[in-house]
Every structure is written in structure tokens, then in C-alpha cells.
């Protein structure tokens, strides 16, 4: 599996703690930046992170800036793209099984390393489950 990572400046520390992790799982790691802390703009990152989901470079997308809220509009305006701002570990186990969210957002000044992690472990191990979440999922897909 290939997951694009992105974030702005507020998401970056965070965004390099997923990057660990996911090595850590040997997964494979595409980083559309940014790579400090200066201030850049969360819609640029958001938005190529669901151009690389949606155009199948990437299997999967993390989003992080401060909040989440900013990254995961950005990403969630790609066709394609189901990208999901979770805060806890249940929201990251019910957005895969009932929405089969594509992207994960988080916000690094939000949510703590140890929760974020948990929450990316989860999102990354809940599978879809389809039946009657699919049709709905569908009708995402039209807009
Ligand atoms: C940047 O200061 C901040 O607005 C951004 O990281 C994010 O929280 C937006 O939703």
C-alpha cells in the first residue's frame, strides 16, 4: 500500500510522526510536503494529496494542518476523494466501515500524537463493509 501524506505548517510535526509510523509498518510513503514550519497555504497541500488518491498514485491520503477542518475541505473538493476529519479512534473505525473514507485528516494542534497514531493504526486496519453503506458511498461518488 501507498499512502500520500500532506500538510501545511501547522500539521507539519504531525505529519512527520505518521510518516514514522507508517515506515515503522512498511508502508510505503508518498510526502507532497511541506517539509517546516513556515507558513504556507492548506488548501495547495490538501488539494494534491486527493489528486494523488483520486488519480491512483496513492492508494490512500493523511491530511493534517492545525485543525483538520481547512485540509480535509481541500481534499474533499476532488472528485473521488472521502475525506474524513477524525478526532478519536471510534470516528476512524466507523468512517472506514460506513463512508470508506480514502483520505484521514487530522489537526496537529488538536489532537495528540499518541491519539493520532491510534487513530491512523485504526483507520488503517477497519475494512469497508459495503452492503447497504455502499450505495450511499455511490451516490458520493456522482457528486
Ligand atoms: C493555519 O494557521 C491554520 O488556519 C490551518 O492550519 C488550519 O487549522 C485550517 O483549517
Known amino acids: ?4 501524506v500532506a500538510s501545511d505548517h501547522g500539521g507539519y510535526q504531525l505529519k512527520e510522526e505518521i510518516k514514522k509510523y507508517l515506515e ?5 510513503v508518498l510526502d507532497l510536503g511541506t517539509d517546516s514550519e513556515e507558513s ?15 488519480s491512483g498514485e496513492a492508494d ?12 480535509s475541505i ?16 471510534t470516528m ?5 466501515k460506513h463512508n470508506d473514507a480514502n483520505v484521514l485528516a487530522m489537526g496537529g494542534r ?18 469497508f463493509e459495503g452492503g447497504r453503506h455502499q450505495r450511499r458511498v455511490d451516490m ?3 457528486y
Not at 476512524?92 to 472506514?96: G, I, M, V, Y
Open 1 to 4: 500500500m501507498k499512502i500520500a
Open 24 to 28: 515503522e509498518r512498511d508502508i510505503q
Open 40 to 54: 504556507v497555504d492548506y488548501p495547495q497541500f490538501g488539494h494534491a494529496c486527493g489528486e494523488a488518491v483520486a
Open 60 to 71: 490512500r491520503g493523511i491530511v493534517c494542518c492545525g485543525t483538520g477542518i481547512g485540509i
Open 74 to 89: 481541500a481534499a474533499n473538493k476532488v472528485k473521488g476523494v472521502r475525506c474524513a476529519l477524525c478526532t478519536d479512534v
Open 92 to 96: 476512524a473505525e466507523l468512517t472506514r
Open 110 to 127: 488538536t489532537t495528540g500524537v499518541l491519539t493520532a497514531l491510534e487513530i491512523v493504526k485504526t483507520w488503517l486496519d477497519t475494512e
Open 140 to 142: 458520493l461518488n456522482r
